[in-house]
């Protein structure tokens, strides 16, 4: 065996050779060598990069190959070294992984590529071996050299040839598309060829690009090619060129870059340029490139364009390169531009087809109408057929089900592969699957898989008789049970659970299943590993009870790792029991599971951290380092304490504000000190003049942009604040003290928006929430219902029931109701000379369609007018909605009763057509009904019914089913949701123990009154045992029944199991229960749960529970007077920075005591 000093000697001269050979040999050598890619320094990260890239071909399940570098120089030796064979560390990374089954020994293909890979001499020659490689090693050899296959472009890709360049930039995909847009650093090349290769990598990436991924490619194409087309540098200073004639000036603001040589490279990233640059693409250029065939390509299947560009380049297209009569005829070739054509009312039956097979990605507001409208001009003279249904594509989801039972059995079995693939409502897939399966008890798997979507239509007790042998394992599983009701799925798993046993039920459900299986389930599986968590998708409580199962309470770094989404069990216990010297390393680890960590872990979490860093060096913060700033991951920074914040050295201005801008500070409630303290902060650190500042320089602020103060954004020269306010425009949440100041600056600099154009509307829409009135106010324009529309459209969805604090700032109320006056209003002739808005008399389907949640504006006598046709087929959307008025349901019971009679008249399939109009049926009116089935249940289970009404559905299932309380199983209880609130609380004992302890999760979500509750509590406690002795996870399932505590039985709850309560259950704890709590029992509750509770409650609570309630949520005291954050500094126009008012302060004091002293003669 050859001895170390040998290696080592062997390895320097294999070094020598590769540096003296680049350094030392002649220029036209060199040259003649440009067309051998040569290996590049190694990043100083590669190690980290690599490994990660290695880590997902390992979860993907690949084998890792055994590679034996026993006698190979080590990583670390060479890791400083220029250049050289890097074989060495592909081999020590490999080693490193250890996936859960080795082979122990390696195979012949593994020794083959091992000794291949270590003749290679190049780059070039390795990424070749690499592209001749079998699948099962491939993934590996790809994950290592994807990252120096882009250094290699990024330092050197002027001097590559087409082909080498074609080769780095495929091996380089995988560390693209893995790459964080904080590190998306480009290269600087510039000729055609090289771009147009560059711009197709990019376009093949382009779904998995971040949106700031995207506009730094089309930000770096316009500087290429302004720097290659027009000599000239876009967002850059003036730079001198290599040849030493002179500077190259700055570009114009205005440059015509999308050119006819351009526009076929930029591909899909069309979809998403500004505005302007679209605006001045040549007409010529545009012409000509929508002729070609590049343009069809360039907006296939492109989903997520803005709805005013893809308007204004359709108008464009239509008006500039082809005629009102032709430009129809070009639908095919639009792609996903067609979401926008706004002639579809006059097509032919044709046309219309064609422009209904291209708007499959659109998520346009208002798609849906024009899919409708599409359809209808399909169908109109033409009678159902299988043609009818083909033809129609995804958009065969716009039928209403009376004309779905039009079809042929026979037309539906033979459309299957299209009906299957559909969006369905649950009247539409009932419609469907009773005629495809014609009551059939018993479903084979074949067939039950082949129903894709329309599994949505199969009752649960047919469910409830499929067999597991061709279902589990397979991958269709998977999308039919993600199309499931949260019933359908527990009857489902209940037929699997006869047939196998709890350890394979677990290993072969998809997630979407896997997240219905009850604690119990879990606990028989026999899950014994972390190894076993990752990869799957589990709920907090399934989380919090295999954590606990499997780790008891002790954590360890290894087994964070492994936790994939399971790390949502972590409590903050566990997290405290953390060794101090691995702090910082456990804080990396979470941060890479940012996605699915509460905010009391990420509180318990920093709060560890810093404990720990400060006991490694008092005051570690004032004298913190830029490396050591750096290592702190931005969810935990945004955490520190405001003295610590305003402590923060200039000298780390820069990483703090590479930092923030990559924070999420949706973990700190909305009145958090911490929020202006980094505000200030940050603007600190970007100087002291204050209009000098440019847009880029507050742009670079992130997030903590939403948190400037409108007397500092007025201080702003024009430039910066015009996109200051339109940065604005994209916040998540704008501090309630700054929304009225906000508005003002936002009328002076823009006028009243009354008086805006569609490109204001476009640019700073969400604005608008600032002020109902403004809202309120707007006037009727051609464009303004479009622009509403697309605003509602790009607004988050607010969770249901967000706590104030944590809540985001739109109230989007006005604006639904202003979309419904504008989408309601009576044809534009009636009111072209005022510009009034009268409202539509009588609700036609259409409007009703487009309308969605905004039915519930329609007055009563509106809807009386309504026929009883557009009743009948626009149920499915009037059934969905929950909160109507007394009045509106006493019209809309009327209505159903001109169609079907009596209420005793009513069948399940009608009653569950109704859906929450039956909320409009009194209690008696139930009694005398009959339901049958629980998947009729399910469908009333989001409405809005009283507790006697409660009580008249339980009578009517128990009329139709002919089952007492102890009938009920699992199923029926999750079936039942809210309405066992309607069985007599002396029934609720009586209830099936085992039954209840697989449903409690779904009883504890029923809203019911305090003593069903009470009652539903004591039967926990006897399934589950008494409250002091409830874990984590047992505390998470109970949801509303943690309410039916007793006060001595709540105050008894553990403080790790407080976090884990269900927060929609806290406002229903009674203030002289939750008065028991103490106040480190408040404090353990979370930031989540604390800020649930209500006015009322903190009444009963004395002054040192609220003291702790505050600190749990992060705010402060609401008793206390004074201010944790200074007031703000005032702009400054120039010299040094204003002084802090304290600091100001504690100087005046020090010199009037001086000056005390010195009068009084105390100096002697």
Known sequence: MMSLWGILILCFLAQWDAVMSE?????????????????????????????????????????????????????????????????????????????????????????????????????????????????????????????????????????????NLMKLLWAAKPFLETMPPSNFVLPPISQSSQLGAMMKMFGDMFNGLSDDQRNEIIGWMKERVGESKFNCISNLPPQKPPNGTGPTPPCPPKIQWLNSDVLPMMGPFLSRMPLEEVNSIPKEALCAFFSSPNFSLSFRNVGGIQPSLGRALLQRLKQECSSADSFPQQVERLGSLACYFDGFQSLNANLSKKLLSQLDTCDNSDIAKVKSQLVQNIIQNAPPSREILQSLGSAVSVLTPSKLSGFTPDDLKNTLANLSQANWNPAQAKTLAKKLLDETKNISSEKLLSLGSVVRGVSSDVLRNAKAQGLLGNEALKNISEKMSSLQKRALLEAFRHDVNASELVKEVPDSLLRSLSLSTLDKANLTSVDQLDGHSWTRAQSAFLVKKILGNKLNLTALRKLGQAVQGVSCEMIEKINRTDALEMVQVLDESFDWLSRVQIRCAAQKLFASLEEQRPGYFNEITKSELQAIPAILLIQLPVEKIQNLSDSVCTTFLEKMRQANLSSLPNNAPSRLALTRRAIKCLGPNVPDLSAAAILSLGPLVCELEPAWISSLNPKALNETLQALASCQQIPQQNREQLFGLLTKTYGDPSNWSEDDMRTLGPLLLLNDNAVRSLPFKSWLVSSLSDLMNSLPIQPMGSPKEFRNWFDISALRRKLFELKTASPPQSRRKRGVISALSVPTLAVIEDLGPGNVYWTAVQLSNMTTQTFREALPILGGIANYTAEQLSVFRAKALEVWGSVSMLNDSQIGELGCISQSFSSEEFCNVSISTLDTLELLNTCNFTQPQRAGVWQAFQKGTGKNVTDLGEISLVGLGQFICGLKPALIDQLNSTAFREAVEVVGRAPCPLNIIERLKEKAVAVFGKPETWTEAQAGIMGNIIAGLSAAEFGSLSSTALPFIQSFAIPLITPDRLAMLSANQLKALGPDNAAMITDAQRGGLRPEQNTALDEAIGVPAQRDSGSTVPPAPQPQTGGVPAMDSMAGYMVLMQVIMLMLCGFFGLGD
């Open 23 to 163: 350094d030392m040999m002649p220029p036209d050598i060199q040259n003649r060598n440009q067309s051998t890619v040569c290996f590049p320094r190694l990043p100083l990260d590669f190690k980290e990069m690599a490994k990660k890239l290695m880590l997902a071909c390992s979860k993907k399940g690949y084998r890792v190959p055994i590679i034996d570098f026993s006698q190979n120089s080590s990583y670390t030796l060479r890791e400083n070294l220029t250049m050289g064979n890097p074989f060495f560390a592909f081999a020590e990374l490999l080693s490193s992984l250890s996936p859960p089954v080795l082979k122990p020994n390696a195979t012949t293909e593994d020794r083959k590529i091992a000794e291949k890979m270590r003749n290679c001499s190049s780059l070039g020659q390795m990424i070749e071996l690499m592209r001749n490689t079998t699948d099962v090693n491939l993934c590996f050899m790809r994950a290592f050299l994807s990252p120096l296959a882009w250094t290699v472009i990024t330092q050197n890709g002027t001097d590559l040839d087409q082909n």
